[in-house]
């Protein structure tokens, strides 16, 4: 009995992901040639010949990729729409993401939620986007915003408001436009507006007694000296490392125990057996 059980849930199983298989066929058939696994919104389909219907022995490992999306967790799902959504940068409702992803936004609720609710998804109506901290369209824009900018802006605010907006910062930067100050990892870099007001020329020992001063590598240490003085810092790294840990974006890896190997110098047992210590390392 219990085997008949299994049985008719297998055969269940089947159906379903033959529906699955044969609605996605189905609908692809409509669609024009694009790059593959990327469905862009608002185009016009143009009717052809229906595809034979899918066998389940004839696609199983589609039907396993299917399955462990779906399995998978709401953060790894809600990853796999947030990448769509930016390397395309085009609108997408949640048939067209579940096409392109096999995400099934609809049968999830708890992934619907936490889409709705990410500062990086736009949800306009039935339609999902990506949205960026700064929406910006091309380097004059990007130009623009850093010089509104009197205490300059952090790299990570607009390295994502267009795909090739680091391009544009480093062409800028290069142009002499704009400064681009490291920090002490990249996600404290800074860009600033390069004032062409404030181009002089400076005396080299002048520029020599400032490259030899000895400054603290921590941006924390700096600000507390500037402190000391009674100079207000024009910058606030505790509050932006704050914000950093808040969101993800700063991410610390620990740092490995190196393995050490037998040498010379380690404490043997065994003694008996010197055949095992003959190729120690010294």
């Given at each position: 009995m219990a085997l008949n059980e299994r049985l008719n849930k297998f055969k269940q199983q089947q159906e379903r992901c033959q529906t699955t298989l044969?609605?996605?066929?189905?609908?692809?058939?409509?669609?024009?040639?694009v790059a593959p696994g990327i469905r862009p919104a608002n185009v016009h389909f143009s009717p052809v010949k229906p595809l034979q219907p899918i066998k389940f022995s004839d696609d199983?490992?589609?039907?396993?990729?299917?399955?462990?999306?779906?399995?998978?967790?709401?953060?790894?799902?809600?990853?796999?729409?947030?990448?769509?959504?930016?390397?395309t940068r085009q609108a997408f409702t949640a048939e067209q993401i579940n096409e392109a992803t096999y995400v099934d936004i609809?049968?999830?609720?708890?992934?619907?939620?936490?889409?709705?609710?990410?500062?990086k998804v736009k949800l306009d109506g039935r339609h999902f986007s990506y949205k960026p901290t700064h929406v910006l369209t091309g380097r004059d824009q990007l130009h623009s915003l850093i010089k509104k900018q009197v205490d300059g802006i952090?790299?990570?605010?607009?390295?994502?408001?267009?795909?090739?907006?680091?391009?544009?910062?480093?062409?800028?930067?290069?142009?002499?436009?704009?400064?681009?100050?490291?920090?002490?990892?990249?996600?404290?870099?800074?860009?600033?507006f390069n004032d062409p007001r404030y181009r002089i020329t400076v005396d080299i020992d002048l520029k020599q007694l400032f490259r030899g001063t000895e400054l603290p590598r921590?941006?924390?240490?700096?600000?507390?000296?500037?402190?000391?003085?009674g100079e207000k810092p024009s910058?606030?790294?505790?509050?932006?490392?704050?914000?950093?840990?808040?969101?993800?974006?700063?991410?610390?890896?620990?740092?490995?125990?190196?393995?050490?190997?037998?040498?010379?110098?380690?404490?043997?047992?065994?003694?008996?057996?010197?055949?095992?210590?003959e190729n120690l390392s010294t």
């Open positions: 044969s609605s996605i066929a189905s609908s692809r058939a409509f669609m024009p040639k199983t490992e589609t039907l396993q990729h299917i399955n462990s999306v779906r399995k998978s967790t709401v953060g790894a799902q809600m990853k796999l729409v947030i990448d769509l959504l930016y390397k609809h049968g999830n609720k708890a992934l619907f939620d936490s889409l709705r609710n990410n500062p952090v790299v990570e605010e607009v390295k994502d408001a267009y795909p090739s907006v680091l391009e544009d910062l480093q062409a800028l930067k290069a142009s002499g436009d704009v400064w681009w100050l490291s920090g002490t990892n990249s996600q404290e870099d800074t860009t600033h921590d941006m924390l240490d700096i600000e507390k000296e500037l402190k000391k003085i910058t606030d790294t505790a509050k932006r490392r704050a914000l950093a840990e808040i969101s993800g974006a700063a991410s610390k890896s620990k740092a490995r125990k190196k393995q050490r190997g037998i040498t010379s110098r380690t404490r043997l047992t065994n003694r008996h057996l010197p055949e095992l210590f």
